[in-house]
């Protein structure tokens, strides 16, 4: 469930700059993610959507019509009634 990662993302696959890391950790380790802050707190996007219980198509779908990312995030999502 793990693989090798590069402690810095800049330098080599050399034994100082890498340890395992599960697929959760090297996703929110890439350089093109967006951090947001919320409350204080700022994390990527994809763990706010998981935080919040909204998909990311959601989030994008809202940035588009206008909102900001923290309303697109921070927004309850309408229910359906029957």
Known sequence: GHSIERK???GNYEPGNCVWADDLTQAAN???NVNVTID???R????WCRI???SRFTVNSRIRSGMSTVEAITTPLLR???
């Open 52 to 54: 919040y219980g909204i």
């Open 40 to 42: 204080g707190q700022t």
């Open 8 to 10: 810095n993302g800049l």
């Open 80 to 82: 359906k009634k029957k």
């Open 30 to 32: 890439r350089s093109n």
């Open 44 to 47: 990527i996007v994809a763990e």
